[in-house]
């Protein structure tokens, strides 16, 4: 099984909804991250969380909220999708070592009409 | 200026060759520096980490640091079609997160 999953794999949505990406992992690490990324653009940091109970904003966390329920599950919502919010979304994982490596799950595409 | 740089390609490479990647970072406390390879369509994976000046290598890759210029470099010998894809340069500084490149686009044709 992956160590790192997120639901749902494709997703397809209007102007103005609610929608929430999942993300668990079961490698049993504190950190946890949340990237878009667009053509040409690379990968951007919208929220990370070093525990449980830290939450922090990325570069890029306007339209965006999280919540870590647990360890292993980090969810991010868009509260009300507009079409600038459609890429392709990453969650990753790291154990916070100094030579820390960071995990990626498979992604999940988001088109926003 | 970006903080990190990367030459958005496509570098393309006959099949053989050494493909050399190269990466300039802004943030000057940044002590671990990282290639990830992506395939198209696909999530990145790490490939290398280099900490020390110098040259460090694994297989057929070698990373190379240089924190008095702020620049990495990843060289990929013997390149395979199958090494064809986005290298994506990523130091950690003092915020102790990676910050990515915006990858190169490596082509290696037969």
């Known amino acids: 099984d992956a160590d790192v999953t997120q639901t749902p794999r494709n997703r397809i949505t209007k102007t103005g909804k609610r929608i929430m990406l999942e993300c668990s992992q079961t490698k049993g690490h504190d950190r946890m991250y949340w990237y878009r990324q667009d053509p040409g653009l690379g990968l951007r940091l919208i929220y990370y969380s070093f525990d449980v109970k830290d939450i922090n904003k990325g570069e890029i966390s306007d339209g965006y909220s999280v919540s870590r329920q647990a360890q292993a599950k980090f969810s991010l919502s868009l509260e009300s999708a507009i079409p600038n919010q459609t890429a392709l979304y990453f969650c990753?994982?790291?154990?916070?070592?100094?030579?820390?490596?960071?995990?990626f799950g498979p992604g999940t595409r988001l088109l926003v009409l | 200026q970006k903080e990190v740089e990367q030459n958005s390609g496509p570098l393309s490479v006959p099949e053989g060759a050494i493909a050399s990647l190269n990466c300039t970072y802004s943030?000057?406390?940044?002590?671990?520096f990282f290639w990830y390879r992506q395939y198209s369509g696909k999530s990145p994976e790490l490939i290398m980490s280099i900490y020390s000046n110098g040259d460090k290598e694994d297989g057929r890759f070698t990373a190379q640091l240089n924190k008095a210029s702020q620049y990495v470099s990843l060289l990929i010998r013997d390149s395979q079609p199958s090494d064809s894809a986005t290298y994506l340069c990523a130091p950690r500084g003092g915020s102790y997160i990676p910050t990515f490149g915006r990858g190169t686009s490596l082509i290696v044709h037969p």
């Open positions: 943030d000057r406390v940044s002590q671990s």
């Open positions: 990753a994982t790291s154990d916070g070592s100094p030579q820390e490596t960071q995990y």
